[in-house]
């Protein structure tokens, strides 16, 4: 089992930045691939960004450039980094781990085993 807790979410204004985090514990061999993903209302849920071990990354293409991705093994925490961002990007953001070897799923939901709570982001014009 894995469990995972983000924090980080809040208000920003468009152009602005804010920094998601995701404290996993648990079967840490669970661990060694993880995504964010988002849901707005009335929308389905999208990944965001995906990490391996190996530091393979993978992006949305609506956030490439912008979202950054990293992962403190020490710790076992998992990071988004958010920079200029839009009012579409608002939504419930949401840690998931345990995805498999094949990064064609890294963004689906189905490629996930284990799922966070998520933390509400607000972006404001």
């Known amino acids: 089992q894995v469990q995972l807790v983000e924090s980080g979410g809040g208000s920003v204004q468009a152009g602005g930045s804010l920094r998601l985090a995701c404290a996993a514990s648990g079967n840490i061999y669970r661990t060694f691939c993880m995504g964010w993903f988002r849901q707005a209302p009335g929308k389905e849920r999208e990944g965001v960004a995906a990490l391996d071990s190996a530091g393979t990354t993978r992006y949305a293409d609506s956030v490439k450039g912008r979202f950054t991705i990293s992962k403190d093994n020490a710790k076992n925490t998992l990071y988004l980094q958010m920079n200029s961002l839009k009012p579409e990007d608002t939504a419930i953001y949401y840690c998931?781990?345990?995805?498999?070897?094949?990064?064609?799923?890294?963004?689906?939901?189905?490629?996930?085993?284990?799922w966070g709570q998520g933390t509400q982001v607000t972006v404001s014009s």
């Open positions: 998931a781990a345990d995805c498999g070897l094949d990064d064609r799923s890294w963004l689906l939901v189905s490629g996930y085993n284990y």
